[in-house]
């Protein structure tokens, strides 16, 4: 038994040794949102941010990440209202399928609360590693920058 | 991990070392060198201040190891001791003379990369030690290193073949060269024969091109989706020749 932090919820998790956390999101929290591509390390489609860090939750033990504090697609909008990256990503028609979308917002997450101004260089180096394989990646990066405004704007007013 | 996932290991026991102290650290003495500890991680070894003050090279070639996910999680120790021979880092700690420290109940020991690295998948680590850390020498003065990768499907995937460079030289005079190519072979290959015979020499444009053709011509790569031997042995001539030019310049 295991206990994870999981979108500011404890959860405690009965994991096997080897079981991925990706495996305890899915199958036992049934938090789905986290997707299985390639299984391994490649694709991007299981990207979950660890203490603020995105890594493949497909190759990280859930027994790892006991301790660490875990943020999943589900948990990025608040009070009901979208993520201003969902929002960009939905108002730039950045998906087609959207198995790779959940990846690619927490990557971006990331990616703004390092660097809350990137450019399209910037936004396409630090997503190399998120794969993409039915709509294009000029939206992708477009709605990356829409969000970056929107939330510098954000910031701004408050 | 990756091994797990592929089903090519079965571990029956697993024995976590992240609350080993001591592990995660980076240090550098004029003595020893640059001591690397088993549980840093590649974005560590990157963006490390003392791994970019004493051997840069090292903070580069790490960069281009998976993406940003796996270089959050995925150990430079973990790296070499998945002894995958498509690695980017095995062939520049080879040209920089590192060794790997194991440890085990009966006591410690010191692997040179040659006695390290067997064959894919396979090192000279025993099943009773554990490695704690890499040690890298200090650099000679004026020594120049780099590393040079080719992959050809995107910049994230394996390479198709690394060549790492190390050289020393005095009024355009080599004094030391060293050259190791990665993923081609099962384990990384080094020309120490082929370099000794430019030393003292001057490196003019035709002296390195018959160099990088000899060191090739001794490369037997494995055939693999990545290329056939014949592509990766005039791959491996030209990107050996690229190295050595950028040491020289």
């Not at chain 1, 998906?95 to 703004?112: D, N, R, S, V």
């Amino acid at each position: 038994m295991i206990t994870l932090n999981i979108n500011g919820t404890t959860h405690q998790v009965d994991v096997k040794p080897l079981e991925t956390l990706l495996a305890a999101l899915r199958d036992r929290l049934n938090l789905t949102g986290t997707k299985d591509g390639c299984g391994e390390g490649v694709c991007g489609a299981c990207t979950v941010l660890v203490d603020g860090h995105p890594v493949s939750s497909c190759l990280l033990l859930a027994a790892y990440a006991e301790g660490k504090t875990i943020t999943t697609i589900e948990g990025v909008s608040g009070d009901g209202k979208l993520h201003p990256l969902q929002k960009a990503f939905l108002d730039n028609g950045a998906f087609q399928c959207g198995y790779c979308t959940p990846g690619m917002i927490l990557m971006a997450k990331a990616l703004l609360e390092q660097n809350p101004r990137p450019s399209a260089a910037d936004i396409r180096e630090f997503m190399a590693g998120n794969i993409c394989r039915c709509t294009s990646y000029v939206e992708i990066v477009r709605a990356v920058k829409q969000a970056s405004r929107g939330l510098r704007n954000a910031a701004k007013r408050s | 991990m990756v091994l797990i996932r592929h089903q090519l290991f079965f571990p029956t026991e697993l024995i976590s070392l992240k609350r080993i102290a001591g592990l995660d650290r980076i240090t550098f003495d004029e003595n020893e060198g640059l001591r690397i500890g088993a549980l840093v991680t590649h974005a560590q070894v990157e963006h490390s201040p003392i791994v970019q003050q004493h051997c840069p090279a090292l903070a580069q070639c790490v960069h281009h190891v998976g993406n940003l996910r796996v270089r959050n999680m995925g150990t430079l120790v973990g790296d070499l001791c998945q002894a995958d021979n498509h690695s980017d880092p095995a062939p520049l700690l080879g040209v920089l003379g590192a060794r790997v420290r194991t440890r085990s109940l009966r006591g410690e020991r010191l692997l040179s990369m040659a006695e390290f690295h067997v064959d894919i998948y396979e090192t000279g680590v025993k099943e009773d030690e554990i490695v704690t850390e890499i040690v890298i020498p200090p650099p000679a003065p004026q020594a120049c290193t780099a590393y040079l990768r080719f992959s050809g499907n995107s910049p994230i995937d394996w390479p198709i073949l690394g060549v790492a460079g190390s050289l020393v030289a005095e009024d355009g005079q080599c004094k030391a060269l060293k050259i190791c190519v990665g993923s081609l072979t099962a384990v990384p290959l080094g020309f120490d024969s082929e370099a000794e015979e430019l030393k003292g020499k001057k490196l003019t444009p035709g002296m390195i091109k018959k160099f990088a053709r000899a060191c090739a011509a001794r490369i037997e790569p494995i055939d693999d989706t990545r290329g056939s031997e014949w592509y990766k042995k005039k791959v491996a001539e030209v990107y050996i020749r690229r190295t050595v030019e950028t040491l020289a310049k």
